[in-house]
């Protein structure tokens, strides 16, 4: 039971704050551009969009890129995941610097 607490303490660091929130909210509407980008427009050539939530979401991503592009339903779904790891690793950071400075 007290495992369970735990976990559920940390991955609720992901939306207890603004800080977490926001970089989610960025993150959920660079993913959202990316789908629209390759579901709704045709290209000539290979378009760039994918970079950006790439680069918003690294170093965590970086296994994304093993999907590529061959699977862009999987590349999106992993870069989602990556983003909600990197929000709760904010949060866990901001928890322990207001848990720092409330001590002091």
Known sequence: MR?????KRILKAATDNW???GYLALC???LVWVAADTLLVEHADASLAA??????????????????PSAPLLFL???AVAA???ATLLGLLVRSLRQRSSQV
């Open 77 to 79: 779904g992993l870069l």
């Open 19 to 21: 800080f977490s929130r």
């Open 51 to 68: 970079v950006w939530p790439l680069l918003a979401t690294a170093p965590t991503s970086f296994l994304a890129m093993a999907a590529g």
């Open 3 to 7: 495992d369970r607490g735990r976990t």
């Open 28 to 30: 959920a509407g660079l």
């Open 84 to 86: 909600y790891f990197n």
